[in-house]
């Protein structure tokens, strides 16, 4: 079956940076393109980052542009997030999922950004 294990989330200092992982099994993973989602308590699910199936075009929300970037490695079934300049609003459960219809959502990691 499918499992999306995301993992890398800490407490981090405002201006730190975090590298995350999810590692992808049971489909075809090099056949979609994958996404990072961040739900923060009390909000929307939210996509923040895509990337192509080959890895070649990527995609940012506007909150996020510039600081973090998306990732992966087909041999490796495994998307990555590096996030830099974290800010405190970036404090969310992050998880990874293809950007189409959705396969069951692994557990996510919690990144939490504060002094």
């Known amino acids: 079956q499918v499992q999306l294990v995301e993992s890398g989330g800490d407490l981090v200092q405002p201006g730190g940076s975090l590298r995350l992982s999810c590692a992808a099994s049971?489909?075809?993973?090099?056949?979609?393109?994958m996404g990072w989602y961040r739900q923060a308590p009390g909000k929307e699910r939210e996509l923040v980052a895509h990337?192509?199936?080959?890895?070649?075009?990527?995609y940012y929300t506007n909150s996020v542009r510039g600081r973090f970037a998306i990732s992966r490695d087909n041999a490796k079934n495994t998307v990555y997030l590096q996030m830099n300049s974290l800010k405190p609003d970036d404090t969310a459960v992050y998880y990874c999922?293809?950007?189409?219809?959705?396969?069951?959502w692994g557990q996510g990691t919690q990144v939490t950004v504060s002094s």
């Open positions: 990337i192509g199936f080959i890895g070649r075009n990527t």
């Open positions: 049971g489909f075809t993973f090099s056949s979609y393109a």
């Open positions: 999922n293809r950007i189409t219809t959705p396969f069951p």
